[in-house]
């Protein structure tokens, strides 16, 4: 038990103090940020498809129930990170920006008998990004009239939310049946920043700044069920569900005007009522055949059209919208081959791994859809032996990801994710002779 609050401990520890944006894109100046991509490094390799999945060896977060699978003699600790190479590309034009993102950390063992459990620190939305266009346009202020000055329109954001969770997923006396629930603290900030500026100095510039502080909570269901259909093949089911609700936070915008000539500032602060995350529903199908093949089918679906998030209306105010976001789709399939995991050859328990998904424009930017997604994958999963451990795992997984829809920049990623399974046998009891 000591060594499970240890762990627990240096998991938050590590994570709180080195919780950054993990993204440059433009994009995240819309709602709370990009939405992360809340999976780990085994199921990266397959695009994120999960759902359905029952491993002994991994912490599968994205369904609670699957931890009633965990081997009851080992306590499991994966940890993650990315590198992402990120091509942004508008009106002919074209820039690189690159990042590193500490990911998540979890932990996961059997708790009793038919009972699993799983906790830790995932990422939930990304803020970052800094870009500035300037325009030409008429002082009237000045004689003559037809006087051209410089508008430059910056736009920066930083921040994001994060999840903490723990949860437990249950075997239940109905045979191939389990069911698990996640409890999260949802907690972060997302600050927007637009500020429009002028080169002629008697004219006013002019700054908004959003901000939003998140305290609150989320909860996840899950439901599996695994059917044997012969001596070789097994298929499961399993079906996700999370309530959206309101979060309780006040977010706040700042309209500042000021003139550089008379050295005086107007701030009008504007308060909105409400935000809220969506109502998320879940449904993955899995295949495993002869311990060998493992294919996996995920659809999700998230209501962000009925969520409420603030909006600032030039001569309205700050008000909270229902409006805003269209509802998200997203469809994955992937797979994995290993030819023997307990083989005593190195090369067969290899794991192989692939993926394809697509998911829908759910933001709306100036009455258009936002982007759509595509994103392929591949991976391995490399064993690692020593002379204590026999079952920890090196998961290495490479991404690419377009966003692409009608408006008209187009950003292309590429991932490289790694993460860091440690299966330690910790519960054995020895017996000597």
Not at 16 to 28: D, I, L
Not at 349 to 375: A, C, H, M, Q
Request: hydrophobic share 35%.
């Amino acid at each position: 038990m000591k060594k499970i609050l240890f762990t627990t401990a240096l998991c938050f520890t590590v994570l709180s103090a080195t919780a950054q944006s993990g993204t440059n894109s433009p994009y995240s100046q819309y709602g709370y940020g990009r939405l992360a991509d809340q999976t780990q490094g085994f199921n990266r390799g397959m695009n994120g498809v999960g759902l359905a999945f029952r491993e002994h060896n991994q912490a599968n977060y994205i369904n609670p129930a699957s931890y009633s699978a965990i081997d009851s003699l080992t306590f499991i600790f994966d940890v993650g990170m990315s590198l992402q190479m990120t091509n942004f590309k508008e009106n002919g034009k074209s820039k690189n920006a690159n990042n590193a993102d500490f990911e998540y950390a979890v932990g996961a063992f059997r708790l009793i008998k038919n009972v699993g459990m799983s906790f830790g620190i995932i990422p939930f939305t990304n803020v970052g990004y800094n870009y500035s266009n300037t325009t030409t346009v008429k002082d009237y202020n000045m004689t003559p009239s037809t006087t051209e000055v410089t508008n430059t329109q910056t736009y920066s954001g930083s921040g994001g939310l994060h999840q903490a969770y723990i949860g437990a997923g249950w075997q239940t006396p109905l045979k191939g049946l389990s069911v698990g629930m996640n409890v999260s603290y949802l907690w972060g900030n997302v600050d927007n920043n637009v500020t429009s500026s002028y080169s002629d100095t008697y004219v006013k510039s002019l700054a908004k700044l959003y901000s939003m502080t998140v305290h609150s909570y989320k909860l996840d269901f899950g439901v599996q069920y695994s059917h044997r259909l012969n001596n070789n093949d097994i298929a499961t089911i399993g079906i996700t569900y999370s309530p959206g609700h309101g979060l309780s936070t006040k977010p706040e915008c700042l309209v500042i005007s000021s003139n550089s000539q008379s050295s005086v500032n107007d701030t009008i602060p504007m308060t909105a009522s409400e935000s809220s995350i969506p109502m998320q529903l879940g449904i993955g199908l899995s295949y495993k055949h002869n311990a060998q093949w493992l294919l996996g089918l995920d659809y999700t679906l998230q209501k962000w059209s009925s969520t409420e998030f603030p909006i600032y209306n030039e001569g309205i105010g700050y008000n909270t919208q229902t409006d805003v976001f269209k509802n998200r789709h997203r469809i994955n399939l992937g797979g994995e081959f290993c030819r023997n995991e307990n083989g005593r050859s190195f090369s067969d328990r290899l794991r192989y791994r692939f993926g394809v998904g697509y998911t829908s424009p759910y933001l709306k930017i100036k009455n258009s859809d936002g982007p759509k997604e595509f994103s392929m994958s591949a991976g391995i999963g490399i064993p690692i032996s020593n002379a204590w451990n026999n079952r920890s795992m090196l998961n290495i997984g490479i991404q690419w990801q377009n966003l692409s829809g009608n408006i008209p920049l187009t950003e292309n990623t590429f991932l490289i994710n790694i993460g860091l399974t440690f299966n330690e046998r910790w519960f054995a009891k020895w017996k000597f002779e």
